[in-house]
């Protein structure tokens, strides 16, 4: 009976595996994306924040993923807030030191070539202050960078 149950649970372990190996690859390649998406935002952020939130897919990033940024303040998306004065969001805030902050989010990625890509995205820091786009990447040395940001919508 002992030998039944674990060759069972093996059994169920092995089916698992390829699944997991499958999508592996595929969502770190997207993650190395979305990181160079990220630095790219930051870099290129001219408005006070003192905290970038991080939202993939409508969800908070993941703890792995936030640790790549690690000395930066790149937190996940529900860290900040949306303050908002008379029924209009004014800004977004940073939950824990209440200074502002800005919300970056990250969508689907369409790949155009195996180093060449297209990730939707954008930002949101208020009612007047928000973008959302394209941002067209390339590999070049086994390295991701952003080449061009073609913004879609923007207040």
């Given at each position: 009976?002992?030998?039944?149950?674990?060759?069972?649970?093996?059994?169920?372990?092995?089916?698992?595996a390829p699944?997991?190996?499958?999508?592996?690859?595929?969502?770190?390649k997207s993650a190395d994306l979305y990181e160079a998406v990220v630095r790219y935002q930051i870099k290129t952020w001219d408005l006070a924040a003192n905290s970038y939130c991080v939202s993939?897919?409508?969800k908070?990033?993941?703890?792995?993923?936030?640790?790549?940024?690690?000395?930066?303040?790149?937190?996940?998306?529900?860290?900040?807030?949306?303050?908002?004065s008379q029924k209009v969001i004014m800004g977004v805030?940073?939950?824990k030191s209440?200074?502002?902050?800005?919300?970056?989010?990250?969508?689907?990625?369409?790949?155009?070539?195996?180093?060449?890509a297209v990730v939707v995205g954008g930002y949101f820091c208020g009612s007047l202050c928000m973008a959302s786009g394209k941002y067209h990447l390339?590999?070049?040395?086994?390295?991701?960078?952003v080449t061009s940001f073609l913004i879609q919508i923007q207040s």
């Open positions: 009976m002992k030998n039944t149950r674990l060759a069972v649970v093996f059994l169920l372990l092995a089916a698992l699944a997991s190996a499958q999508n592996s690859p595929e969502e770190a993939i897919d409508g908070d990033a993941a703890k792995d993923f936030l640790a790549r940024f690690d000395p930066l303040p790149v937190k996940p998306a529900s860290a900040c807030r949306k303050r908002t805030v940073d939950k209440r200074k502002p902050a800005v919300i970056f989010d990250l969508e689907s990625v369409r790949w155009l070539s195996s180093d060449e390339i590999r070049k040395d086994s390295r991701w960078s």
